[in-house]
């Protein structure tokens, strides 16, 4: 008999138009405490069940954002990461672009070989002109006709090139049994890290390839006598930097780098060498060659 009276009682205290279908949605949207009577007014921060937080303060307001301490924490984070990575980014970086400077050199030192076995590019008894002076960079081989004494060739000196054009003899550096060729990657001279200064030499053995008597006697039917022909391919802006004092001969530098790839003691980047055969219009010249180098019975 209570229960009619209670619910009765419940129904007054809500006002007029205050259904309960309201009253539900205001406390599922509302961050504030609802009473059941909404004439009755509760005090900001006071203790409601609907309030999770102290202060009245809601679950989703205490949660928002990142504080200034998150945010330094990350970026430093994020720094040390990055310091760690940088030096094996940069040694990826540096060993790829060494690794293509090696190729376009290993490129340019075959196209100049090809170059002068086809008569293109003059060299040796080839080259009358005394601008050039390549014959000059065929010279005496002291061992025998098997060997290969083509390192015993001096490295360039330092000196700042001077080619008047691309893929042409450079008046400087200089060298008594060398000549330098210049292959200009950029269009800009041969001054930069895309240019390649080529170091070509030849030399004629002792022992004489085209002999006709002795231990040579097997060679009689050969129709022409050869050179063999050597070069080494430098980076062209190693000439002018500072930091490179002169240069190797022996070994090619790697192409596995963590840096610039310019040293104190610059090495070439391609070494090759091949045997060049004399055309017969110009066994003159090659004849005048050895007669100057001392070589007899081998022209």
Not at 45 to 57: E, I, L
């Given at each position: 008999m209570n229960k009619p009276k209670q619910m009765q009682q419940n129904q007054r205290q809500l006002?007029?138009?205050?259904?309960?279908?309201?009253?539900?949605?205001?406390?599922l949207t509302s961050p504030e405490p609802v009473p059941l009577n909404p004439s009755v007014n509760v005090p900001?921060?006071?203790?409601?069940?609907?309030?999770?937080?102290?202060?009245?303060?809601s679950r989703q307001g205490s949660?928002?954002?990142?504080?200034?301490?998150?945010?330094?924490?990350?970026?430093?984070?994020?720094?040390?990461?990055?310091?760690?990575l940088a030096p094996v980014i940069t040694l990826s970086v540096a060993t790829r672009v060494q690794a293509k400077r090696v190729e376009l050199a290993t490129q340019a030192a075959r196209?100049?070989?090809?170059?002068?076995?086809?008569?293109?590019?003059?060299?040796?008894?080839?080259?009358?002109?005394?601008?050039?002076?390549?014959?000059?960079?065929?010279?005496?081989?002291?061992?025998?006709?098997?060997?290969?004494?083509?390192?015993?060739?001096?490295?360039?000196?330092?000196?700042?090139?001077?080619?008047?054009?691309?893929?042409?003899?450079?008046?400087?550096?200089?060298?008594?049994?060398s000549v330098f060729y210049c292959v200009d990657g950029d269009g800009g001279g041969?001054?930069?890290?895309?240019?390649?200064?080529i170091q070509a030499f030849g030399k004629i053995t002792t022992?004489?390839?085209?002999?006709?008597?002795?231990?040579?006697?097997?060679?009689a039917n050969q129709v022409y006598p050869n050179y063999k022909l050597g070069v080494r391919?430098?980076?062209a802006d190693s000439f002018i930097s500072e930091f490179t004092e002169g240069f190797t001969a022996g070994s090619t530098q790697?192409?596995?780098?963590?840096?610039?790839?310019?040293?104190?003691?610059?090495?070439p980047l391609v070494i090759m060498s091949t045997e060049i055969p004399v055309k017969e219009d110009q066994l003159g010249q090659y004849r005048a060659i050895c007669t100057a180098n001392g070589i007899t019975g081998g022209c």
């Open positions: 006002n007029r138009g205050y259904s309960p279908m309201s009253f539900a949605l205001e406390r900001r921060g006071a203790y409601h069940p609907d309030n999770n937080c102290q202060g009245g303060k949660q928002s954002g990142f504080t200034i301490i998150e945010s330094l924490v990350a970026i430093i984070v994020v720094t040390i990461l990055m310091i760690g196209s100049y070989l090809d170059g002068v076995r086809t008569g293109a590019i003059p060299f040796g008894p080839t080259d009358t002109g005394s601008t050039q002076g390549t014959h000059k960079a065929i010279t005496r081989d002291a061992a025998s006709r098997d060997d290969d004494n083509l390192n015993q060739v001096a490295p360039p000196t330092k000196a700042a090139p001077n080619c008047p054009a691309n893929r042409v003899y450079c008046t400087s550096p200089t060298s008594n049994d041969c001054r930069t890290s895309q240019d390649f200064i022992s004489g390839i085209y002999d006709l008597t002795g231990s040579n006697r097997e060679f391919v430098y980076r790697s192409s596995f780098t963590g840096g610039t790839g310019i040293s104190k003691e610059q090495a």
